[in-house]
């Protein structure tokens, strides 16, 4: 009998190790699937140079932030390094120069990474975009092919934040090398 109630006791005691296995297993379960739903389930904001128009005279840009993912963003911001950008305008092109002849359009691309600037809701595919300086045989804001890393950070409406670097190149858009066939 004291066999018997040891084996009894035994039996018991891995009837609830295999059930606290089991619990962990399907908690584990469920944390991966809840993970899984919230990195499918999210805004995913992105930023891009687009061409705006084009011609044997020059190019102008607009920077375009668009929502490709599957829930509404929130207070989405740009940012960049200034010094950078300052590097990336045409010589002679400079941010801080109140004679500048391009100053308008450098504060206007300025202001594109100021701290006060958001998009207070960016929905699902939607896109906004705002003029963003151009090239040109005669006259150019900025140096042709310059990469600028953008930061983008943005919430979702539970409030969870999202910050990622986006590389730009500052080129026509409708070729990737720079060259195309005229219209």
């Known amino acids: 009998t004291i066999t018997m109630l040891g084996l009894i006791w035994w039996e018991i005691n891995q009837g609830k190790k295999q059930h606290l296995e089991q619990m ?3 908690r584990d379960e469920t944390n991966a699937r809840d993970k899984l739903w919230k990195e499918s389930n999210r805004p995913i904001v992105t930023v891009r140079i ?34 950078k950008l300052a590097n990336a305008f045409c010589d002679g092109q400079d941010l801080l120069d109140p004679s500048s002849e391009c100053k308008g359009i450098i504060e206007g691309i300025k202001y594109c990474f100021a701290d006060d600037t958001f998009i207070p809701m960016l929905e699902t595919t939607g896109q906004v975009s705002n003029s963003f300086g151009y090239t040109g045989i005669n006259e150019s804001v900025w140096k042709i092919r310059q990469r600028l890393d953008i930061t983008v950070s943005y919430k979702d409406l539970d409030g969870r934040v999202f910050r990622h670097k986006i590389p730009i190149l500052i080129a026509d858009s409708e070729s990737f090398a720079g060259t195309s066939w005229g219209r």
Not at 63 to 81: P, Y
């Open 24 to 26: 962990k297993a399907l």
């Open 50 to 83: 687009e061409t705006h128009d084009s011609g044997n005279a020059g190019i102008f840009f607009n920077l375009v932030v668009k929502n490709t993912g599957n829930r509404v963003a929130k207070d989405v911001r740009l940012s960049v390094d200034f010094d």
